[in-house]
């Protein structure tokens, strides 16, 4: 961890008609951190993710990535609204893996794989397979790289969407709830296999789970979420061990 600010959201507003999910929200990442997002059902998490994704986009306020304005851009003193070619350039260094793998269902695995670094990044095809094989292998997927995605089990196909989400050595990874539709046992594989990259990697990570134990693992920090706003923002031992906020301490009974 560099301890610079990598992430920032300032004074983020989003509303859905009158169900206010992000109020006035800020808070910032530092390069390398891993951060893990935890609280109730439709506190906001996932409009987070998907804000950085530029699948959402805030009503009010800017969002950061590395000193480059994702919604907003500073022209002297005033923010203005960023170019659809600058929201692309920023975007380009995130990457996401969803709850339900999106695959893409007529590509082979290791297609799946190569598919952006060869059309977004401008890789070579034999650059993308090598690098691909290579992180298919570190999944455990090896023996599947010619395999339809239909032909893997759900566990397997959210490890190629891991591997896929890898390929383009993102500077953000953002995981999304990336166990809840797996049975608990294949669920731990996935978690396994996500312990070992956090180990050893310092891409900085966005993570929003119910799988407790695997946040408390790979997470440097933790981030209570209560209707659209920061409760708690804690190391996990902190937020696991003493929560302070009552609502955290009822949250973490009722999933731990
Ligand atoms: P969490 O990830 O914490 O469960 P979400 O960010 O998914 O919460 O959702 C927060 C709230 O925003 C929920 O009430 C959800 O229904 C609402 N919401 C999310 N996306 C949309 C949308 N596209 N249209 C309307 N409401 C939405």
């Known amino acids: 961890?560099?301890?610079?600010?990598?992430?920032?959201?300032?004074?983020?507003?989003?509303?859905?008609?009158?169900?206010?999910?992000?109020?006035?929200?800020?808070?910032?990442?530092?390069?390398?951190?891993?951060?893990?997002?935890?609280?109730?059902?439709?506190?906001?998490?996932?409009?987070?993710?998907?804000?950085?994704?530029?699948?959402?986009?805030?009503?009010?306020?800017?969002?950061?990535?590395?000193?480059?304005?994702?919604?907003?851009?500073?022209?002297?003193?005033?923010?203005?609204?960023?170019?659809?070619?600058?929201?692309?350039?920023?975007?380009?260094?995130?990457?996401?893996?969803?709850?339900?793998?999106?695959?893409?269902?007529n590509m082979k695995v290791l297609r799946n794989v190569t598919e952006a670094p060869i059309h977004v990044l401008g890789k070579s095809k034999d650059e993308a397979e090598e690098r691909g094989k290579e992180l298919l292998e570190m999944v455990g997927l090896g023996d599947k790289l010619g395999a339809h995605p239909s032909q893997l089990s759900g566990g397997q196909q959210q490890r190629v969407a891991i591997a896929r989400a890898l390929a383009v050595d993102p500077d953000v990874l953002l995981l999304d709830e990336v166990t809840s539709a797996l049975d608990p046992e294949i669920a731990a594989e996935v978690l396994d296999v996500l312990r070992d990259i956090a180990r050893s990697t310092d891409t900085t990570m966005l993570l929003v789970t119910h799988a407790m134990k695997f946040a408390r693992d790979v997470s440097h920090r933790v981030l209570m979420f209560n209707e659209g706003k920061i409760i708690e923002d804690g190391t996990p031992e902190k937020l696991f061990n003493e929560p302070e906020e009552e609502r955290t301490q009822d949250f973490l009974r009722s999933v731990i």
Do not use: C, W
């Open 1 to 105: 961890m560099t301890g610079e600010d990598f992430i920032t959201f300032e004074g983020v507003h989003k509303a859905f008609g009158k169900n206010v999910v992000l109020d006035d929200l800020s808070f910032s990442v530092a390069s390398g951190e891993r951060v893990t997002l935890i609280g109730p059902s439709g506190s906001g998490k996932t409009t987070i993710l998907r804000m950085l994704m530029t699948l959402t986009r805030p009503d009010r306020g800017t969002i950061g990535v590395d000193g480059d304005y994702l919604y907003h851009e500073k022209r002297g003193d005033e923010l203005v609204p960023a170019s659809e070619a600058h929201i692309r350039k920023v975007r380009q260094r995130i990457t996401m893996v969803f709850q339900h793998f999106n695959l893409f269902p």
